[in-house]
């Protein structure tokens, strides 16, 4: 009788399958950061004061735009990402080299007074959310000003990169708040899905500075500077993209949850707030008892996002100034190597900080304005940039926008043209719109 002959076993490829998953999965990790920190740091202190504001005001009917504008968010830093990736230069040295210095010098300048008086408003987070805890913002705003400070001028790339992206796990505390406030699931689902849109000034005002919070002029730059200074191969494009996807839908997944959280009791209770701080220290009372957690958590995200984005910010300035002007830049430089880009950090920070504790509340709300109307102003104008240069074949060779991402890409750029022109609008006429 012939022996039969046992088939081939089938272990070797298994182990070969699993060594390709590991191999990818570490190439993955090693990639990640740019775009997860970016859109991370988008729900600063402005943005989740916007959201809170938006669940606070009209529950979940917001929710479904949340849902649609995390897909013009991934467009707009898949972009930027390609071409850090492609070029291995920034936004900045691109727009100066393909457009000339003359709109790189007012693109700079606008940027600049934008990102300036987001970091006093980042600051003004950490001092509302260590309100919350108690502590005095002359201490707690010096305090924070000097951490961020020291991390990136005293760090090297991998570290500062490693820190943010451990610093992006606290958000979950939004989300943890959101299901301890036990909201309504069916409710929040029906209206992510059907939207109730309300043509009134106060509803399309809030729409408008939901959406316009979520886009904004420095993440295009920080990520691309980001990329180039981590120099990511072109071969690892495609895990680069893969962070800003995920980037775009966890950072919208938490702007979701936030909104949800305010809409279950702030809303249902009628209570108005002006800032996130206001939020935070509602919801302890509203919750039962799980009201305190709720707030500790909601406060602690707030300081979270604060450090994040006065961190990231000027980081995002200096790098887009010193690659418009050609001066040496990175992280892990030292002020003799690269004396101008630490200088303007360093400069930036000081001037957040100092605004913030000094200068009287009244009059800080102009500053805390300035960046909707500078970066509305901004945006349109880099996204068309953007585009064109992402369909500019001596620049990107094959990496250009396919068809079908054009369209997606204009739409996107015409949508938050109208949309932004109407954020300076309703900021430098709050009452054109009527009543």
């Known amino acids: 009788m012939k022996h039969l002959k046992k088939p081939y076993p089938a272990q070797p490829m298994v182990r070969k399958r699993r060594a390709v998953w590991i191999r990818q999965l570490v190439l993955l990790l090693s990639v990640i950061g740019p775009g997860l920190i970016t859109a991370n740091v988008d729900n ?23 849902v649609l504008i995390t897909i013009s968010l991934a467009v707009v830093q898949e972009m930027v990402a390609r071409m850090g990736v492609v070029t291995g230069k920034g936004l900045a040295d691109l727009i100066r080299e393909r457009f000339g210095v003359k709109i790189t010098f007012w693109s700079m300048v606008l940027l600049l007074i934008a990102n300036a008086a987001t970091t006093v408003a980042e600051f003004a987070g950490v001092a509302g959310a260590m309100d919350i805890f108690g502590v005095s913002p002359f201490i707690a705003v010096p305090l924070a000003a000097i951490i961020v400070w020291f991390l990136v001028t005293r760090g090297s790339y991998k570290y500062v990169e490693r820190v943010l992206l451990a610093l992006c796990l606290i958000y979950v505390s939004y989300v943890v708040s959101g299901f301890l406030v036990h909201p309504d699931w069916l409710q929040v689902l029906h209206q992510t899905a059907v939207p109730a849109i309300q043509l ?75 800032q996130a701080k206001d939020a935070a220290l509602a919801l302890a009372p ?45 992280v892990g430089r030292t002020f003799r190597e690269a004396p101008q880009f630490l200088s303007l950090y360093t400069s930036i920070i000081v001037v957040g900080a100092g605004i913030t504790l000094f200068v009287p509340s009244n009059r800080l709300v102009f500053v805390l ?40 890409a204009w739409t996107t750029t015409i949508v938050m043209t109208v949309l932004t022109l109407l954020i300076i609008l309703s900021t430098l006429f709050p009452g054109l719109f009527g009543g």
């Not at 399309?204 to 316009?212: D, N």
């Not at 709720?294 to 961190?311: H, K, Y």
């Not at 909707?372 to 620049?395: E, F, K, Q, S, T």
């Open 44 to 66: 600063d202190a402005t943005g989740i004061t916007g959201y809170s504001l938006a669940g606070a005001q009209y529950g979940y009917g917001l929710l479904w735009a949340v």
């Open 200 to 274: 009134n000034q106060g509803y399309l005002l809030t729409l408008v500075a939901v959406i316009g919070t979520t886009i904004a002029p420095w993440m295009q730059f920080y990520q691309q500077s980001a990329i180039a200074d981590k120099q990511i191969p072109v071969k690892h494009l495609r895990y680069e993209q893969i962070d800003t996807f995920f980037g775009a839908f966890l950072t919208d997944f938490v702007a979701f949850f936030i909104v949800v959280c305010t809409g279950a009791t702030l809303f249902v209770h009628h209570i108005q707030i002006t």
């Open 286 to 330: 509203l919750v039962g008892g799980n009201g305190h957690i709720a707030a500790i958590l909601f406060g602690v995200g707030l300081l979270n996002a604060s450090l994040m984005a006065a961190s990231v910010l000027p980081l995002s300035t200096a790098y887009s100034v010193s690659e418009a002007f050609g001066w040496e830049r990175g």
């Open 369 to 408: 304005n300035l960046p909707n109307v500078v970066g509305g102003m901004l945006l349109p104008v880099i996204l068309v940039l953007m585009i064109l240069l992402c369909n500019d074949r001596r620049l990107m060779g094959r990496y250009t926008n396919g068809r079908i991402f054009n369209v997606v």
